[in-house]
């Protein structure tokens, strides 16, 4: 019986590759070069040894480093055979898929890079780590269940960061429930005039919410989306471990490049809270043209949303106390937790400002200013090396957050501080409001928005912002 073609062709390639192999790595000529002696080498393998010596590796022959050429002819013989090399029988043993180089059997994995090798590639992965198929398929599948893992561990943040999602749209609806019940009360007040003014707030808070509550939606969608993928990506995964080792071994670096996540984890965005201020705060003063006899005006308004969960602020937002029981609020980025302070509504980037906070008899309290960027997740010291320029009485002392706490000299216990913010000057001011005594000035070059701060201490006796002059000037 006659030969196959195939079984012709491989008898005529056993003879041909061995001609077309470098003596030194044992792989098909990359780049050949010929040396004086005749023999020749891969341009790399060749440049390697003459770090040792010039000689010939094979027949020891000296040369020099300008006498080495470049063999046009075995190259060319070279590019001819590995393009046909796609026509190569599949080995009687087991139908195994072979080395595109060697042509045998795929039986070891290469640690470093990540791939199924033959025995003849050895050489050419002499610096590697090589394992058998049956020790790398664990390696690869350790690998691919600690992605798996992260991604479970993921499924189970988002699921949670979902619920927080939900959580803040339902506290957002209570924002909004607070904010209609104070516009309606003021204009109920006022109601006369009012009625169009009303009407056209409430629309406002209307699409803010629903702006607001759409956003966090949109991002629980996302969120969901998110959960979806990477459980499919977990079932991808767990399928592909199931796979025989040389299947999944040759897939292994296609499944790694898919086993990525680039996408941020959701969170809740920073101003994804209702701007409490914008519709409650100052209120009254919004609308002083049509109702001067009824206007109130408040220089600063507490913003909500940055208040300690520990924090009770009223209606309008111009007093702040400690509450009985923890609130409920969402963990937005604004909010201090767990230090136990509130910030007012609007910071200040230049201009002089003003305003009275009546502190009563309470024993303990803060009053001031502070960067937009001060700390709100954790605890930390009072100081202007923090970002807080302020006063406080604690323990029967007072003090100002200089960083070796300066000690106040104060005669008669003030019951309203007043403060004054000289951003151009880079001044602020503590004053006693009731008898307009100067306690201390602290100074800075403020190169951020500066907000009032607040700490009222835990203590039931509220801190209340009080209402400003108002004078109407005509020409």
């Known amino acids: 019986m006659a030969d196959s073609p195939d079984e012709d062709m491989s008898e005529e390639r056993e003879p041909l590759q061995k001609d077309l192999t470098c003596p030194v790595c044992q792989g098909i000529f990359r780049d050949p070069v010929l040396l004086p002696c005749t023999h020749s080498f891969c341009r790399e393998c060749q440049v390697s040894s003459m770090k040792y010596n010039k000689r010939c590796p094979l027949c020891r022959k000296d040369f020099e480093e300008g006498q080495v050429v470049a063999n046009r002819a075995l190259s060319d013989a070279c590019e001819t055979y590995l393009k046909t090399k796609h026509t190569r029988p599949k080995l009687e043993s087991g139908g195994e898929d072979c080395c595109n180089l060697h042509l045998k059997p795929l039986e070891l994995y290469c640690e470093k890079d990540e791939e199924p090798v033959c025995v003849d590639c050895v050489s050419l992965h002499s610096t590697h780590?090589?394992?058998?198929?049956?020790?790398?398929?664990?390696?690869?599948?350790?690998?691919?269940?600690?992605?798996?893992?992260?991604?479970?561990?993921?499924?189970?943040?988002?699921?949670?960061?979902?619920?927080?999602?939900?959580?803040?749209?339902?506290?957002?609806?209570?924002?909004?429930?607070?904010?209609?019940?104070?516009?309606?009360?003021?204009?109920?007040?006022?109601h006369a005039?009012?009625?169009?003014?009303?009407?056209?707030?409430?629309?406002?808070?209307?699409?803010?919410?629903?702006e607001k509550i759409a956003a966090i939606q949109e991002l629980i969608a996302n969120t969901n989306e998110d959960i979806v993928t990477l459980k499919e990506l977990i079932d991808t995964l767990k399928k592909e471990m199931g796979n025989e080792d040389l299947p999944l071994l040759k897939n292994f670096q296609n499944l790694k490049r898919k086993a990525q996540w680039t996408r941020e984890d959701p969170c809740l965005p920073d101003d994804s809270l209702l701007s409490m201020g914008k519709h409650v705060g100052a209120l009254s003063y919004k609308i002083w043209k049509n109702?001067?006899?009824?206007?109130?005006?408040?220089?600063?308004?507490?913003?909500?949303?940055?208040?300690?969960?520990?924090?009770?602020?009223?209606?309008?937002?111009?007093?702040?106390?400690?509450?009985?029981?923890?609130?409920?609020?969402?963990?937005?980025?604004?909010?201090?937790?767990?230090?136990?302070?509130?910030?007012?509504?609007?910071?200040?980037?230049?201009?002089?400002?003003?305003?009275?906070?009546?502190?009563?008899?309470n024993p303990r309290w803060i009053v001031g200013v502070c960067r937009e960027s001060v700390t709100r997740k954790k605890k930390f010291t009072l100081s202007t090396s923090r970002g807080v320029w302020s006063i406080g009485l604690s323990k029967g002392a007072y003090t100002a957050s200089t960083p070796e706490r300066t000690e106040l000299q104060v005669q008669q216990r003030p019951?309203?501080?007043?403060?004054?913010?000289?951003?151009?000057?880079?001044?602020?001011?503590?004053?006693?409001?009731?008898?307009?005594?100067?306690?201390?000035?602290?100074?800075?070059?403020?190169?951020?928005?500066?907000?009032?701060?607040?700490?009222?201490?835990?203590?039931?006796?509220?801190?209340?912002?009080?209402?400003?002059?108002?004078?109407?000037?005509?020409?």
């Not at 090589?130 to 993921?154: M, N, T, W, Y």
């Not at 629309?203 to 919410?209: G, Q, S, V």
């Not at 203590?459 to 000037?473: E, Q, R, Y």
């Open 129 to 190: 780590r090589l394992l058998s198929l049956r020790d790398g398929a664990p390696v690869c599948k350790r690998e691919l269940s600690f992605k798996v893992q992260i991604f479970e561990k993921k499924v189970e943040s988002y699921k949670k960061t979902t619920h927080k999602l939900n959580n803040a749209v339902e506290y957002i609806k209570y924002q909004a429930g607070q904010a209609e019940n104070q516009i309606k009360s003021e204009f109920e007040r006022l």
């Open 193 to 210: 005039a009012l009625v169009t003014e009303e009407a056209l707030r409430l629309k406002a808070l209307a699409t803010e919410e629903e």
């Open 291 to 361: 109702m001067q006899a009824h206007v109130k005006y408040n220089p600063v308004v507490l913003n909500p949303n940055s208040a300690s969960p520990w924090l009770s602020l009223n209606a309008d937002l111009t007093s702040v106390k400690e509450s009985a029981e923890r609130l409920t609020a969402p963990d937005n980025p604004e909010r201090f937790d767990p230090c136990v302070f509130v910030l007012g509504v609007e910071g200040y980037t230049a201009g002089k400002h003003r305003w009275d906070v009546i502190v009563g008899d």
């Open 415 to 475: 019951e309203k501080i007043r403060v004054k913010l000289n951003m151009d000057r880079g001044e602020v001011s503590f004053w006693d409001g009731g008898t307009a005594k100067h306690l201390v000035t602290l100074t800075h070059k403020f190169d951020e928005k500066m907000y009032p701060i607040f700490g009222p201490g835990l203590h039931n006796t509220p801190m209340i912002l009080a209402p400003g002059k108002i004078a109407v000037h005509t020409s």
